[in-house]
């Protein structure tokens, strides 16, 4: 089991002025599922590619169990790595693919057949050893691949998109075996995707990046409920946060003709930006549909209703700005008014320069 | 180059025989105009030092690493264009795909199994140039889209850049080999995400570098604008191709409002006279970009 640590790493490649990987700093603790999410070129998979050892890194320590391995060679790091498509030998059997890795680090026989057999059993394969890849489905040929895996029986599992060659149904059942395999295991895993239902239904922590830079660290809870700026609030999500332009007054905020009071405590936060612009963020689910009228609430007219089953969500525009909305399933649609109302206590704001948070 | 200077250069690192060393795949072997074979240890060679040792020498193939009676017979008659005996039987016709390695630890014969074990009859041979460049000589023409490379990366836990060039002329393979390796050498240098690689994808390399060679044909002037260009314009315009042309979610990658992008994209076509929203002008755009990045990249090395 393993802890790892990537203290100020920098990735430079040939000596460019562009960082890929700007000062990344995160400690993994054992046993923890972390998945490393954003766009495509964020860096999140040549940060993936600095743990493996095939990425040499540009400045900065990495640590598997407080030992530095800038230098270690790959293979020396006792790890293993998962990888997009099912990545199997085509014309050898299920034993086989999983056995491969083993043989060439010349293990005996016996080892080799008691750590497969295991690895199958946990895995549910163990019907299938001795069928070829073109034998079984999808779900099947990835477990074969994270059997392969699992045999090495390594510190740290990294898995660079798993999941993004299966269809979207394949994806939601493997992504609830991989969790449950890493609860089993208990081996510590960093795991690289651009999708972030997936970081958000797997991880203990997310770690968000765009740029080659971290954005933001925390639980699944912690980044959707507090986004630390804009971009994660946009990433984030489906669908994503809103944000509206507004100006601070002495009771709340202004969205050019409405005004959202807002409670003393926040008000003190936002002392500062009085009379200046910032960005509000609302979840479309913070916006409630109120069949009454309150004060802090406000008609719109519903451009776009899409009924999802249990869910609707509504397309509105609101003094200028495009919100989207999500209700529970109601029987409106495009071209009426409704009534709706923001949940002050769920309202984020935005400095409009950076764009962080303030509050 | 003589092979003395080449030693006062290397000292230790260059071996005169390869008797002489209990690891010949730690290093990179040549061979002069009068047969005299040398190694140069692959810790001590740049990818350019690599490729311009490739140019004033033969690259030999050393027994150590060409074992097979098979694979010498392939290595000789596509280093050395040395055909091979006329009672063996050879195709007409082979697909092969070029390889380079990085971290790679040694593990040839293992190597060669596992690529064995994935082309299974379509697998013909493995030949080796150096410890860590190869050819994988194949029957018929094979997809394996990124799969292999995915499988030595997990098994062996190295890097693989693969060329795949489909339907070559067994006669023709030691007129091809160095320009095929020299194109894979540019493209991984060019292209460090990408793995695997199409000949037809390279076409735009293999003319630059044609045009490079025409005296007539000079780019620095070219390649001058370009280098003064402000980064967020061409920034601006690789996302803007990335995205197809599609001005909305190439603004959206770009975290700017599709009219700021459209702004800079103008502002392109004032600077350079190549409007980078019509197809033949982004296509030399994106020729010339290619080469400023590649130049950039041979300078950092």
Known sequence: MASIVLNHIKKRYDNSDAFAVKDFQLEIKDKEFIVLVGPSGCGKSTTL?????????????????????????????????????????????????????????????????QRVREAAKVLGLEDYLDRKPKALSGGQRQRVALGRAMVRNPQVFLMDEPLSNLDAKLRVQMRSEIAKLHRRLNVTTVYVTHDQTEAMTMADRIVIMKDGEIQQIGTPKEVYNNPANVFVGGFIGAPPMNFVPAIVSEVGVQINDHIISLPAETMDKLHAYIGKSLIVGIRPEDIEYVKSTEETAFTATIDVAELLGSESLLYINFEGNNLIVKIPAEDVRAGDTITLAFKSDKLRFFDSETETLIV | MRLDQLKSVYGDALIDDPSKVTNPGAYDWF??????????????????????????FIPYAPKSLNRTKKQLLWARLTFNDTPPENTVQLPQSVNLIYFILKKFSNQHRDLESAIHSFFHNAYLTTIWKSSEEGIIVLKKEQDCSGELINLIMSDFYCDLFMLHVHEIAVSSLSRMYADHFSLLNKAQLLYPDQHDFQLIHLLPLMLLDAAQRQKNFDLTKWMTKFS????????????????????????????????????????FYQITGLDPKKFKDALIISLLLDNQRYEQRIKDQ
């Open chain 1, 49 to 113: 590619r600095m743990i493996a050892g095939l990425e040499q890194i540009s400045e900065g320590e990495l640590y598997i169990n407080d030992k530095k391995i800038n230098d270690m060679a790959p293979k020396d790091r006792d790890i293993a790595m998962v990888f997009q498509n099912y990545a199997l030998y085509p014309h050898m059997s299920v034993y086989g693919n999983m056995a491969f890795g083993l043989k060439i680090r010349k293990l005996k026989k016996s080892e080799i057949d």
């Open chain 2, 31 to 56: 061979k002069t105009k009068d047969g005299t074979i040398f190694g140069v240890r692959n810790d001590h060679l740049s990818t350019n030092e690599r490729r311009l040792l490739d140019l004033s």
């Open chain 2, 228 to 267: 003064e260009l402000p980064h967020d314009l061409i920034k601006s315009v690789e996302i803007f191709f990335y995205h197809n042309f599609n001005l909305s979610t190439a603004a959206n990658e770009l975290y700017i409002h599709r009219n700021s992008l459209q702004y800079r994209l103008d502002r």
